[in-house]
């Protein structure tokens, strides 16, 4: 099955495509790891091929994941590129950009190709390293975004802090604005934010943990807004979780601004509430932390309205030692790649709240398209990469994170149960992953 | 015998009205234990009790291991200090060494919200909150209302203020769960930074106020608990100056003149004096601030024997 077969035709399936304007059953023919062809013309020229059945299933364009932490090089317990790639795999993700707060940082062009070359020979998905804003991740002197621009990188970040210094974002959005690149921020004011450890409001009160206010986010939000305006400079808004973050994202765009935005999965999917069930369970901490019930209903209704334009998972794998500690001293994040799909199903379609074809934008045409990488992935047009995965968007399961590809266990999800299952997942016309099966590659 | 049908006292959110009841009615009867010349009962007798401070801790820690020597319970007192928890050990790790040594009952006081309950989950001990974090600190809310019942009579139908820094401090919240629970009505004062009006979302329907102006929350008042105010809230621009406070917050005798003439002054200390409250008011006639320490003891006896006593051995 994991052999590289020549040609093969799948068939039966609902393709959604919203790139290509398609909704429904649709063949697509696979060859030499592109798609050779689509619909009618698929069939026309099917002859010799091997024909994969996927009578009942979503045929999606792979998932284009722009926010993962690998953590390697550096927190090999935690993650690996293996072991993240073949999370990605299960999770329908055929490409990953690689966050950079690895140890060392990925701020040079020797640590982002030391990552490529482990990638290529480790992983299981395409991986595409994103390079730091700054030098070490530290906030003080650029990294040299020209050399690694032209080494390919794609996406520039902090992302674990936000940039705190007002000028020198001004500076990398105005000298990056020559190679096109984009500048994702983790918008987060420090000041602000200080030493909180969980949404600031009632349930913070209640248990008595440090508040972090959603003004930490949109405070940040609003100043990049201004800047983007300022310089012309691309600004992608990380892991957004606040109403008011997302009002601004709203107004910046009905100027025209270049700016566009990601959402979590556990954004839509969980409130601070979330804590008040399961008190100081350190599953519920990241960063940002989860927000009130209104900020949910917001992040939804920024989904549905266009002013977010992807769902990344903010992957973030945290070992046990990591986690079963006090919750002001646990570490922030959750495991996505394996439940971000189902998540987006369960609550989004199944919902009631958006379409398959607006999934298949959020989380694979929308984010190739930032990427640069449009025509190529986040479609099944001709000629695109043969990266996709089949979905079976009714087949309920239970999470276990037991059963993750991905070294770490970390997630609220467990025990809950999604609708939404994917079976199988193609990187470059080879199938690596299959359900019950686990990983081919 | 009666005893509490938990296995901890972490907060007293959780906590019922009828168990409340049954700790204050067993510390009213160990109280008597003081006054004997050799203040010793054998209900703890071959218990081991360990009280673990990460937290700096005068009367909390002696008032803890006063309570357990006088119940024969054989006494560890670990002071941050000297805890492989510094070494690099995590706090579950060191708790599971404790528990090797056949621990009953573990009294945690820790700079971190959420840390005892944690503690609690994963240990067959009994775990007593001496405060954590921000979160609570159930055993000086009871002997705030014990100290309250002994010269009421009783805590239904009192109004209580509650002054300072609510918003860090374990204690308001504790004190807020008991009062309530025993039917008091609460008013809580301190500046919009450190009382905030969005603590009622804790409390919903319930009779709780929110005061900016001291005055107007001491109105009327059956009893008054002043807060300790730390002076690191400075250094996050909680409030201009310990001056600008004092002028605003500070319990004076002439601030209290409009309260009820009844009404008692508590403090769960260490106090500031001249800052949150003035030594008048400390050392005065109305002020049951030695008092309260009294009966932590004896609270905290009825606490650890209802958790973890040998059977028919109170006397």
Known sequence: ?441 | MKRLSRKDLLDLESVSEAEIRLILDQAEAFREVALRPVKKVPALRGKTVINLFFEPSTRTATSFQLAAQRLSADVVDIKVADSSVKKGETLLDTVATFEAMDLSVLIMRTSHAGSAAMVAANTKASIVNAGDGMHEHPTQALLDLFTLRRHFGRIDGLEVAVVGDVLHSRVARSDVWGLLKLGAKVRLCGPTTLCPRDILGLWPGAPVKVFHDLREALEGVDAVQVLRIQMERLQRHLFPSTREYSRLYALTSERLAVAKPTCLVMHPGPMNRGLEISSGVADGPQSVIGEQVSNGVAVRMAVLYLLAGNEAEAA
């Open chain 1, 1 to 441: 099955m994991n052999e590289p077969v020549e040609r093969q035709l799948i068939t039966g399936a609902r393709l959604v495509d919203p790139a290509q304007g398609i909704d429904g059953e649709c063949a697509v023919l696979v060859e030499e790891g592109r798609i050779a062809a689509v619909g009618a013309e698929a069939l026309k020229q099917a002859s010799g091929a091997a024909v994969v059945d996927a009578q009942g299933l979503w045929l999606l364009p792979g998932l284009v994941d722009l926010h993962v932490h690998l953590r390697e090089p550096g927190q090999e317990g935690k993650e690996t590129i293996a072991s993240g790639t073949r999370a990605a795999a299960a999770g329908g993700v055929t490409t990953v950009v690689a966050m950079p707060n690895t140890v060392p940082a990925m701020d040079s062009v020797a640590i982002v190709e030391l990552v490529r070359a482990k990638a290529r020979a480790e992983g299981v998905v395409h991986v595409l390293p994103s390079a730091a804003i700054t030098k070490g991740r530290q906030g003080a002197e650029l990294t040299e975004i020209g050399e690694l621009a032209r080494a390919g990188v794609k996406v520039f970040t902090d992302d674990g802090d936000g940039v705190m210094n007002a000028e020198l974002m001004r500076r990398a959005l105005e000298y990056g604005a020559m190679f096109g690149a984009l500048f994702m921020q983790h918008c987060e004011d420090k000041n602000l934010a200080h030493d909180g450890v969980m949404n600031e409001g009632p349930a913070s009160l209640r248990l008595g943990l440090r508040g972090w206010p959603k003004a930490a986010e949109a405070s940040m939000a609003a100043r990049d807004a201004v800047l983007a305006e300022a310089t012309g400079g691309r600004v992608h808004f990380a892991h957004l979780s606040g109403a008011q973050s997302l009002e601004i994202v709203r107004t910046a765009k009905a100027k025209g601004l270049n700016v566009t935005a990601e959402t979590a999965p556990h954004f839509f999917a969980l409130n601070d509430g979330w804590l008040l069930e399961h008190p100081y369970d350190t599953h519920g901490k990241m960063n940002p932390p989860l927000g009130s019930e209104a900020d949910r209903l917001a992040v939804i209704r920024a989904i549905q309205d266009g002013t977010l334009d992807c769902i990344a998972t903010d992957h973030a794998p945290h070992s046990s030692l990591d986690k079963n500690v006090e919750f002001d001293k646990a570490a922030f994040g959750i495991l996505g790649l394996e439940t971000s799909l189902a998540l987006a199903l369960e609550v989004l379609v199944h919902g009631g709240h958006v379409d398959a074809a607006k999934i298949v934008s959020l989380m694979s045409a929308r984010p190739a398209e930032l990427l640069g990488l449009k025509g190529r992935k986040g479609t099944l047009a001709k000629g695109a990469d043969a990266d996709l995965c089949l979905v079976d968007p009714d087949e309920a399961w239970v999470v276990d994170p037991e059963k993750f590809q991905s070294k770490s266990r970390n997630t609220p999800f467990t025990g809950m149960r999604l609708r939404g299952r994917v079976k199988r997942t193609m990187v470059s016309g080879r199938w690596v992953y299959e359900d019950g099966r686990g990983i081919l590659a």
